[in-house]
């Protein structure tokens, strides 16, 4: 995997996602949609994945962090990318020599009132092996990684080739 960082760190139109996704598939910046940037984000990660022969199967949700936040509906959410599938290593595909895009609380911009999310990379055992963020670099704990667990991972994109 090749280490692209973020060229925009900003509280609602950071590139995280662009820059975590460069880096999973070895691609350059330049060669990834800026999702951000886009309402139709999620065709155009479709669209770049089906590029390099993948899919985005479905989402792997961390329950604890689901149950923090809707602690009335206890993670019965259904959308595009959280299927009601648990954060656990045997509900992982093979990802992408073995790596998944992931999202964890963003370390700079947390706050009760704005769960902001942030994209990083993650092996099978939930150790984050690439955070796109220069800033992050040598961080001890992600944003309420002691309570939710999996290292502050809070949910999975299970891609896998088509």
Known sequence: MKSIYQRVIDHRKGDCMQAAIASL??????NVPAFIENDNMG???DKYLESKGYVCE??????????????????KRKTRFYEPQVLK????????NGLFYCSVLSPKYFSWNDMNMHAVICDK????????NLEYRGIRSYPLASVIGF???TGVYNIVKK
């Open 25 to 30: 598939f070895d691609d350059e910046y330049e």
């Open 58 to 75: 479905n989402g792997l949700y961390n329950k604890t962090w689901g149950i923090l936040l809707h602690p009335t509906e206890e993670c």
């Open 151 to 153: 290292n502050g991972i």
């Open 89 to 96: 290593p045997e509900n992982m595909g093979e990802g992408v």
């Open 125 to 132: 055992n939930f150790n984050i092996v690439h955070d796109p």
């Open 43 to 45: 065709e155009l990660f």
